[in-house]
Each structure stands twice: as C-alpha cells, then as structure tokens.
Nanobody
Framework: QVQLVESGGGLVQAGGSLKLSCAAS????????MGWYRQAPGKQRELVAI????????NYADSVKGRFTMSRDNAKNTMYLQMNSLRPEDTAVYYC?????????????????WGQGTQVIVSS
C-alpha cells in the first residue's frame, strides 16, 4: 500500500510563498504521473498541477498558472509544490496523489488512498 505524506503548509500573508512537500513510500514517483490537489472548505477537491511520469509534461490549472511550480526529486521519493504570490483564494488543504492521465480538465482519476493533506491559509 502506497503511503503519501504531505507537509509544508502554514499561515502566510497574501503575496507570500510556501513550498509543499509530498513524500512517498518507495521509489514510485518516477513511475507515475503525479498531481497536487486542493480542497477548500465547502468545495470539491480540485486538481491544480500535474507532472508526468517521464517529466516531460507539466500542466497547471488556470487559477495557479504562473504562480505555482511543481517539481520532483526521484532520489528522495519526494515531490514539491512551490507556491508564490499566494492569494486568499488559495486557502485549502493540499493533497498529492498519482494520476491515471496528464490532463488538468477533465481530471483523471486518482490512483491511491489519500494522505492527510497539509493546510494552507492565506490571510488578506
């Protein structure tokens, strides 16, 4: 059973930055398309970034394009989400997971059980 552990969230002022991490059990990140999701209170989970298994494709939701950057360190079995120019509407719990495709919309199904996520709060 694959385990994913997200970390790096916190409270930040609008315009600030955070870097989230997603640690996976085992050397699996390079074998899978990986994505970052977020879920704001009262809203459905939203896919915001995808990184293909080969590393040649990255896709971002329009709401984060130009502000968020996804990366991966296969040696550490860890992927990251660098979030800059944060806005109050970025407030959400952020999750990572493997995906069965590389399209942002419609989002492909997630492959594994969800981790606990990491909370990001952006104050205005």
């Amino acid at each position: 059973q694959v385990q994913l552990v997200e970390s790096g969230g916190g409270l930040v002022q609008a315009g600030g930055s955070l870097k989230l991490s997603c640690a996976a059990s085992g050397s699996i990140l390079s074998l899978n398309h990986m994505g970052w999701y977020r879920q704001a209170p009262g809203k459905q989970r939203e896919l915001v970034a995808i990184f293909s298994s080969g590393g040649s494709v990255t896709n971002y939701a329009d709401s984060v394009k130009g502000r968020f950057t996804m990366s991966r360190d296969n040696a550490k079995n860890t992927m990251y989400l660098q979030m800059n120019s944060l806005r109050p509407e970025d407030t959400a719990v952020y999750y990572c997971n493997a995906l069965r495709g590389v399209n942002i919309s419609p989002p492909p199904p997630a492959k594994w059980a969800w981790g606990q996520g990491t909370q990001v709060i952006v104050s205005s």
